[in-house]
């Protein structure tokens, strides 16, 4: 047991120095030697929990989206289009918060899903998951009666997490030519305006 409780702490060391290499560096310029010599670890000992830093990036990026995943997965039952409009507008505005306030790794990670074919899957598989449970909300406001039942769930979800994750990825920008609050408050129109009754 205090074996396994050593290499999880090695294994939290080396994401904890990664985080901190690839948050200056940019993911390119970051290479495991670095991230070896941030931890203070022995050479061959990183290449014990990773393969290369793609597999300590994948770590980073799943855990900085888990928090993202909490806003998605927040209850979900409204019983009118007013009450749904609130919940979904609400919703927005914290997950484009959460943006703002991880602009830095998010900057890391568009570039690393850029260039890595790991990075690029595993976003890929992060959006899926998105998507199905946007489709779960969706579906629920259908058999409720508030949402179009002609509109099919994992569609909409789909153009709804894409319209999202573009903003998200615009208010990572240096310079954006639109306020939260604005992103939030279109967002939210456009999509409650043509998917609810």
């Not at 703002?100 to 899926?128: D, F, N, P, Y």
Request: proline share 3%; with cysteine.
């Amino acid at each position: 047991m205090k074996r396994q409780q050593k290499a999880q702490q090695t294994r939290q060391k080396i994401v904890a120095a990664a985080y901190d290499v690839f948050l200056q560096n940019g993911f390119q310029k970051t290479t495991i030697t670095q991230i070896i010599k941030q931890a203070n670890i022995g050479y061959g000992t990183a290449y014990v929990y990773f393969q290369n830093k793609d597999e300590i990036f994948i770590d980073i990026m799943e855990d900085v989206m888990q928090k993202f995943y909490a806003i998605a997965e927040m209850p979900f039952a409204p019983k009118t289009k007013g009450e749904a409009v609130h919940l979904i507008h609400h919703q927005v505005r914290l997950f484009l918060e959460l943006a703002v306030q991880e602009k830095a790794l998010l900057r890391v990670m568009k570039e690393a899903i850029g260039i890595s074919s790991i990075a690029a899957k595993t976003w890929k598989h992060i959006r899926e998951r998105f998507i199905a449970r946007i489709a779960e909300d969706v579906a629920y406001s259908q058999k409720n009666g508030l949402a179009n039942c002609h509109l099919q769930p994992q569609l909409v979800a789909r153009g709804w997490f894409y319209a999202n994750e573009m903003y998200m990825w615009e208010l990572t920008e240096p310079s954006v030519p639109f306020s939260l609050e604005e992103a939030a408050l279109h967002l939210t129109e456009m999509y409650t305006n043509g998917v609810y009754s």
